[in-house]
T-cell receptor
Framework: KAGVTQTPRYLIKTRGQQVTLSCSPI?????VSWYQQTPGQGLQFLFE???????NKGNFPGRFSGRQFSNSRSEMNVSTLELGDSALYLC?????????????FGSGTRLTVV | GENVEQHPSTLSVQEGDSAVIKCTYS??????FPWYKQELGKRPQLIID?????GEKKDQRIAVTLNKTAKHFSLHITETQPEDSAVYFC????????????FGKGTTLSVSS
């Protein structure tokens, strides 16, 4: 069974640009959550999508957005990049969107903003 | 807002010793408490979890205890080995529907042989 796949693995962008990250969940999983990981703040919840609908949102500015497709693949977009957006972005998928049931993380996308 | 405090931030032990990491949560609606291990450059991996209707859970050398009244839970690792060296994160579910987790800031565990 394939795990959670995130692409790309590494990304370097310039301040002011925008970026789109992709997450393909485990087959059959309908929930995808996104987290930002930085050395100073740790893992912070961005948002969760379940059956193509955003169900939860963390405390991030509107520059951070996401969506989910009918095949459960999810994308997150960050517009007008700032230096502070440099981080490891992790997604996690679960079967029915209930914590503890197959909540698996991907390997992440390392975003560097210069 | 919802918050999870984790202590200590770093922990150094000798191989064979026990290690204990403690977390406190603020949201009384939290009912699911997982622990993740993250090795350098790798994804967080679930090592054990506990639900609010259980006070203790054990899996070989790893155990987790939960005190709902005091809103704290702890990870216990016995007979530590060098391969246990990693960053450990505790987390708590939020009271909202869905899978959002609030994470502690992490504990860097170093096990020396």
């Amino acid at each position: 069974k394939a795990g959670v796949t995130q692409t790309p693995r590494y990304l370097i962008k310039t301040r002011g640009q925008q970026v789109t990250l992709s997450c393909s969940p485990i087959s059959g999983h309908r929930s995808v959550s996104w987290y930002q990981q930085t050395p100073g703040q740790g893992l912070q919840f961005l948002f969760e999508y379940f059956s193509e609908t955003q169900r939860n949102k963390g405390n991030f500015p509107g520059r951070f957005s996401g969506r989910q497709f009918s095949n459960s693949r999810s994308e997150m977009n960050v517009s007008t990049l700032e230096l502070g957006d440099s981080a490891l972005y992790l997604c996690a998928s679960s079967l029915e969107g209930i914590p503890g049931y197959g909540y698996t993380f991907g390997s992440g996308t390392r975003l560097t903003v210069v | 807002g919802e918050n999870v405090e984790q202590h200590p931030s770093t922990l150094s032990v000798q191989e064979g010793d026990s290690a204990v990491i403690k977390c406190t949560y603020s949201d009384s609606a939290s009912n699911y408490f997982p622990w993740y291990k993250q090795e350098l450059g790798k994804r967080p991996q679930l090592i054990i979890d506990i639900r609010s209707n259980v006070g203790e859970k054990k899996d070989q050398r790893i155990a987790v205890t939960l005190n709902k009244t005091a809103k704290h839970f702890s990870l216990h690792i016995t007979e530590t080995q060098p391969e246990d060296s990693a960053v450990y994160f505790c987390a708590a579910s939020t009271g909202q529907a869905g899978t959002a987790l609030i994470f502690g800031k992490g504990t860097t565990l170093s096990v020396s042989s």
